[in-house]
């Protein structure tokens, strides 16, 4: 983000915070509830790129496989896991545009097993964090999540105190991938369970991991999601088991269910795209079947590591299975800052490969 909007930015924060003057007196009146997801939501990049401040939360989530010189996704194990996520939330419609920014930053070292966390937290008042309202730039601190036309710039610091660093360059010329009906994602079959949300996955990956160890140029594969939504998940339930994957066929899948406090499937779907074409299904049509179990030693939280994946009208049936154990990340412990697991996960042979993410197991999240 230049300069001059950050300035721009930083005054009309200012100036928004200062409802009892006479400019404010004559704005537009405040909106009495946030909006919520339906269908038939009119797309318009790079605009929905940005924040939507009309609704409660919002989420921006890069995860990819980053590869040593010589190896190649689909063939070899990668070297590192990366996660890279800006969440959005507001308490009430009136600090939409002055929302809290909550960052995410974790990279997982393949051979030794380690994965480094660490997460920032800044308001958008001050410039602290924030999104530019007109494409994709989102950011906290230094960290940096930016689109310049088909380039794809991240920047962060997985560990604290600055002892690591990743700065990567994604290409990708696909156009975003709506999930659901048209990026209208439904979670349940309450009125408010749904999301609008959109992919990108098979950004291509080039830059560098610095670590204790010194520079590592890599290549790799990413997957970018954004959603948006408003109270989403239903009272009966806690979380969910989510997965982003890239076949070696050329599939690209993303697959989830929600979980009742019992830890039975609430809702479960699948998003199924191949070049230009994609589908959805739902229910019964899709399988989720947990198998091994790994307890972290933090929370005692039991967390899935294996996955049957069935998906049979689209000939799917696949196990996939995490390459690190200890992907358990998060520093809070409430309901707005979960503890949850987020790591690189891979079928056997390297038919698939992509990320999962569980929450709720160390504790019922709220969105």
Known sequence: ?????????????MVGALPWCTVGASAAPE??????AKPGYQWSFPRDHGPHNEFQTEWWYYTGHLYREG???????PAYGFQ????????????????EYLAHAAITDIATGVTTFSSRKGGALLGAAGANPT????????????????????????????????RLLGSSRASPWLQGEEGFSRKGTCDTCASHY?????????????GEQGLTPVTGLAWMDHEFMSNTLAPDQVGWDWMGLMLKDGRNVTVFRLRGADGS????????????????????QVTLTPGHVWVSPTTSARYPLEWRVQIPSHGIDLVVK??????????????????????????????????????????????
């Open 1 to 13: 983000m230049n300069r001059i909007y950050r300035v721009w930015a930083l005054i009309g924060f």
């Open 265 to 284: 499937t609430s809702y479960a779907s699948a998003s199924i795209q191949r070049g230009g074409e994609s589908s959805t299904v739902r229910g019964e």
């Open 31 to 36: 909106p009495s509830v946030f909006q919520r």
């Open 322 to 367: 995490a390459r690190v154990k200890g992907c358990e990340i998060g520093e809070g412990g409430s309901e707005l800052e979960p503890r949850y697991w987020e790591g690189p996960v891979a079928a056997e042979g390297e038919t698939a490969v992509g990320y999962l993410e569980m929450t709720g197991y160390a504790g019922k999240i709220r969105l």
């Open 198 to 210: 959109y992919s990108i996955p098979r950004i291509h990956i080039s830059g560098e991991v610095r």
């Open 135 to 166: 494409t994709l730039e989102v950011w906290s601190g230094d960290w940096l999540a930016e689109l310049i036309g088909e380039t794809h710039l991240l920047r962060f610091t997985p560990a604290r105190g600055g002892s690591s660093s990743v």
């Open 71 to 77: 190896a190649e996704p689909f063939r070899d194990p």
């Open 84 to 99: 890279l996520t800006f969440f959005r939330r507001a308490e009430t419609p009136r600090d939409g545009a002055r929302s």
